[in-house]
């Protein structure tokens, strides 16, 4: 059987700690590696290559530094179909699907290769008498990101492109079930050119994580995941004096106003709502259409849709989705439907019972869809992640804005309609990150920036975008005058004027 170990100092190293975890296919629940699990002194091994590497890299020029950005592109071009696939045989996502996990990080590494233009600092010439002023970006040292499973090639992307671009050495802890693709990438960061030290990963769960959060040498963590343990992370690294910005859970809404276009609503929600099995943290688990007509008319749509998606195993191209991660996450979200049923959630479409031919060991299941669902419950108040669509009726406007605004989790939000001011005033008003207009997954391009409100996000700056290089580097600022201007001999009070 495979097993996957680490990458340290640019070598790819097998676990020491003895401890590890199965990666499965879930397509047919085969258990297909097994992955080490890093001990505290493993990830200091990489936490000290790191180190040892940085300053040189920091003292490479910009624009070299973000060459081997450059070169990667070309290799995972070049490797797109392999990793592609390899990506959906661990993660269970199809394999258009994978491609799609890949290239929204891609855009995100070809925003990083600009990165040398948006790390030029500020300059001030006769900020005073002979005095000039300015500021320079500095690059924070051995940082670290700690990622989720539901994208392993996108968000390891998200964050070592923009960090080593600035000048940083990185440590990534990818998730344990399926590390595959983030050590594939981050061979090909080594192949196109990066010095070893630079990108490391090392696998491991709690322990390893516990671990970056307590070395000293580490200045700052990015994290996305679940937010319970998103805030743990949050507090634990503010507690040792690290900056972090920790991405966590979601709930999002998708209104749908009694003016839009029924069809294009109906489309936009199975995508969103049974893309990657609801595996998405922008995934669209509750529609909200306004006002009794609308809803019926919804309903009337979504229920066949929903009972005909066709789900196949990740290879299948003509699957609208594949099986969940593990054996645990299909339980779990078993479990969501039969409390959803307890309290009195009315179940349209029951897809528990959905087995796959040939592929019986599989972590299948078939969309969900409930229909009257309300604030109080369970299955609205908390993330399912898995094919499941809980429908809240709202009898107006207001109680639609309200419906995400008050909820916990404010990641992404959609409004469909043809009223440009209804539409205007829902952008305004909505307290989530991320707002789409007749768009369903709003996640914003790469010179915009990604992040969710509430319980969706802790800390100040969103990953991507110009805020991952304020995040990845700290500001410099000097005050320089040269001993030609100075003329008047001692001054003892600060210059009023
Ligand atoms: P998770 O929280 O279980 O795991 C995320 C990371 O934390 C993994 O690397 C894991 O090894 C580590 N981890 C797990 N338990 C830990 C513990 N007790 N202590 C320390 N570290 C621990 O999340 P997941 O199941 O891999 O991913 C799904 C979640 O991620 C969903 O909640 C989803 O909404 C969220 N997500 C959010 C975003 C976003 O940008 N907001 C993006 C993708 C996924």
Redesign the pocket.
């Given at each position: 059987m495979r097993t996957i170990g680490h990458l340290i100092g640019g070598k790819t190293v097998s676990g020491r700690s003895g401890r590890f975890a199965d990666v499965y296919q879930p397509m047919t629940g085969e258990v297909q590696a097994r992955v080490a699990l890093a001990s505290k002194a493993e990830l200091r091994e990489a936490v000290e290559n790191a180190k040892a590497a940085q300053p040189a890299w920091a003292a490479t020029n910009p624009q070299r530094r973000v060459r081997v950005l450059m070169k990667f592109l070309e290799l995972v071009a070049r490797d797109n179909d392999a990793m592609a696939e390899l990506l959906a045989r661990e993660h269970g996502k199809t394999i258009p699907d994978a491609k799609g996990d890949i290239f929204r990080g891609v855009e995100v590494v070809e925003y990083a290769i600009g990165i040398p233009e948006l790390m030029k600092g500020g300059y001030t010439e006769n900020a005073g008498p002979g005095i000039d002023s300015y500021s320079m970006r500095q690059p924070l040292g051995v940082v670290a990101g700690?990622?989720?499973?539901?994208?392993p090639a996108m968000?390891p992307m998200w964050k070592f492109a923009p960090a080593i671009a600035c000048g940083n050495a990185f440590i990534l802890?990818?998730?344990?079930?399926d590390p595959g693709v983030p050590m594939r990438l981050a061979e090909l960061m080594l192949e196109a050119g990066l010095p070893p030290g630079i990108l490391n990963v090392v696998n491991?769960?709690?322990e390893a994580?516990?671990a970056i959060l307590d070395d000293p040498d580490i200045a700052a963590v990015g994290?996305?995941?679940?937010?319970s343990?998103?805030h743990?992370?949050y507090s634990r690294a503010a507690a040792t004096g690290k900056r972090a910005q920790c991405?966590?859970?979601?709930k999002n809404h998708m209104i749908i106003m009694p003016d839009a276009d029924m069809e294009q609503s109906v489309d936009a929600l199975v995508g969103a709502g049974y893309g990657a099995a609801g595996?998405?943290?922008m995934a669209v688990s509750v529609a909200v259409p306004v006002g009794k007509t609308t809803a019926d008319r919804l309903m009337e749509k979504l229920i066949p849709r929903v009972e005909n998606l066709k789900i196949g195993p990740s290879t299948d191209a003509s699957a609208d989705f594949g099986p969940l991660v593990t054996m645990a996450a299909l339980e779990r979200v078993r479990n969501y439907v039969e409390i959803g049923v307890k309290e009195g959630a009315t179940l349209a479409v029951d897809g528990r019972g959905f087995k796959m031919q040939g592929y019986e060991n599989g972590f299948y299941m078939g969309g969900c869809l409930f229909d009257n669902v309300t604030k109080d419950m369970r299955i609205y108040k908390e993330?399912i992640?898995g094919p499941v669509l809980s429908v809240v009726r709202a009898n107006d406007f207001d109680e639609a804005v309200a419906l995400p605004s008050e909820h916990e989790y404010g990641?992404g939000v959609a409004i469909f309609t043809r009223d440009g001011d209804a539409a205007r005033e829902f952008a305004s008003r909505v307290q989530v990150g991320m707002v789409g207009i007749n768009v369903p997954i709003p996640v914003p391009v790469a010179y915009y920036s990604?992040g969710?409100w509430k319980r969706?996000?802790f800390g100040d700056l969103n990953?991507y975008g110009s805020d991952s290089v304020r995040f990845y580097t700290k500001t410099k600022t000097v005050t320089s005058r040269w001993p030609s201007g100075v003329k008047e001999g001692t001054q003892f009070a600060f210059h009023s004027k």
């Amino acid at each position: 059987m495979r097993t996957i170990g680490h990458l340290i100092g640019g070598k790819t190293v097998s676990g020491r700690s003895g401890r590890f975890a199965d990666v499965y296919q879930p397509m047919t629940g085969e258990v297909q590696a097994r992955v080490a699990l890093a001990s505290k002194a493993e990830l200091r091994e990489a936490v000290e290559n790191a180190k040892a590497a940085q300053p040189a890299w920091a003292a490479t020029n910009p624009q070299r530094r973000v060459r081997v950005l450059m070169k990667f592109l070309e290799l995972v071009a070049r490797d797109n179909d392999a990793m592609a696939e390899l990506l959906a045989r661990e993660h269970g996502k199809t394999i258009p699907d994978a491609k799609g996990d890949i290239f929204r990080g891609v855009e995100v590494v070809e925003y990083a290769i600009g990165i040398p233009e948006l790390m030029k600092g500020g300059y001030t010439e006769n900020a005073g008498p002979g005095i000039d002023s300015y500021s320079m970006r500095q690059p924070l040292g051995v940082v670290a990101g700690i990622t989720p499973f539901n994208f392993p090639a996108m968000i390891p992307m998200w964050k070592f492109a923009p960090a080593i671009a600035c000048g940083n050495a990185f440590i990534l802890k990818p998730s344990e079930r399926d590390p595959g693709v983030p050590m594939r990438l981050a061979e090909l960061m080594l192949e196109a050119g990066l010095p070893p030290g630079i990108l490391n990963v090392v696998n491991g769960d709690k322990e390893a994580v516990d671990a970056i959060l307590d070395d000293p040498d580490i200045a700052a963590v990015g994290f996305v995941g679940s937010s319970s343990i998103a805030h743990y992370i949050y507090s634990r690294a503010a507690a040792t004096g690290k900056r972090a910005q920790c991405f966590g859970s979601a709930k999002n809404h998708m209104i749908i106003m009694p003016d839009a276009d029924m069809e294009q609503s109906v489309d936009a929600l199975v995508g969103a709502g049974y893309g990657a099995a609801g595996e998405r943290c922008m995934a669209v688990s509750v529609a909200v259409p306004v006002g009794k007509t609308t809803a019926d008319r919804l309903m009337e749509k979504l229920i066949p849709r929903v009972e005909n998606l066709k789900i196949g195993p990740s290879t299948d191209a003509s699957a609208d989705f594949g099986p969940l991660v593990t054996m645990a996450a299909l339980e779990r979200v078993r479990n969501y439907v039969e409390i959803g049923v307890k309290e009195g959630a009315t179940l349209a479409v029951d897809g528990r019972g959905f087995k796959m031919q040939g592929y019986e060991n599989g972590f299948y299941m078939g969309g969900c869809l409930f229909d009257n669902v309300t604030k109080d419950m369970r299955i609205y108040k908390e993330e399912i992640f898995g094919p499941v669509l809980s429908v809240v009726r709202a009898n107006d406007f207001d109680e639609a804005v309200a419906l995400p605004s008050e909820h916990e989790y404010g990641n992404g939000v959609a409004i469909f309609t043809r009223d440009g001011d209804a539409a205007r005033e829902f952008a305004s008003r909505v307290q989530v990150g991320m707002v789409g207009i007749n768009v369903p997954i709003p996640v914003p391009v790469a010179y915009y920036s990604f992040g969710g409100w509430k319980r969706s996000g802790f800390g100040d700056l969103n990953q991507y975008g110009s805020d991952s290089v304020r995040f990845y580097t700290k500001t410099k600022t000097v005050t320089s005058r040269w001993p030609s201007g100075v003329k008047e001999g001692t001054q003892f009070a600060f210059h009023s004027k």
